[in-house]
């Protein structure tokens, strides 16, 4: 059993927000097509949803526009939708005990940021024993600073999906991935 896992899409990301990421719009259409595909297909979507409770924590606030999650990628009835606190979506949820549930083998995961929660959660899921998938066109990530240098988006998202790619998950496409669900 396969199950999607949909990670912080929420309008803090996207334009307006409080922390727009690069290539964020591509990202979302590329996850709403791995949605789309799994309803059709039966395959259980999860949506995880960061809601900010560190201090000084600056996006994904509670009770702000900016917290729910994006319009193109509203839950269909039905859908669970966990809320999380950390990077790694198993972290204080239910998401474990959920996919034990529904005898899940294999984890699907996409959305965003591609160096924290994407990379957190695709890691945790591994260590707990799942396969694991990363929509590598449906996640997205943003410049980062370190020693007053400038890591572009895209060679961050590169340098994630390279670590990832072994032992932790099969890095694939978005139309690679749907074809081999339907």
């Not at 000084?56 to 939708?81: D, N, S, W």
């Not at 809320?83 to 959920?98: A, G, I, V």
Request: net charge neutral; glycine share 6%; with cysteine.
């Amino acid at each position: 059993m396969k199950t999607l896992l949909v990670i912080d899409l929420q309008n803090d990301y996207f334009s307006g927000g409080r922390m727009e990421l690069v290539g964020i719009e591509q990202a979302a259409g590329h996850a709403r097509r791995l949605v789309e595909t799994c309803r059709e297909n039966k395959i259980p979507v999860i949506h995880l949803q960061h809601i900010a409770t560190r201090p000084g924590a600056t996006f994904f606030l509670p009770e702000t526009e900016g917290v729910k999650i994006h319009p193109t990628l509203t839950p269909a009835p039905g859908e669970l939708v966990l809320t999380k606190h950390y990077p790694n979506s198993f972290r204080e949820t239910n998401l474990l005990p959920q996919l034990k549930k529904t005898r899940t083998e294999t984890v699907i995961v996409c959305g965003a940021m591609t160096h924290m929660c994407i990379d957190a959660t695709t890691r945790a899921a591994f260590d707990l024993g799942f396969n694991c998938l990363v929509a590598e066109d449906a996640c997205a990530t943003r410049d980062l600073v370190f020693k007053e240098k400038t890591v572009r988006a895209a060679d961050v998202h590169a340098s994630f999906m390279a670590a990832l790619a072994v032992p932790y998950a099969r890095i694939v496409s978005t139309s690679e991935l749907s074809g081999s669900l339907g």
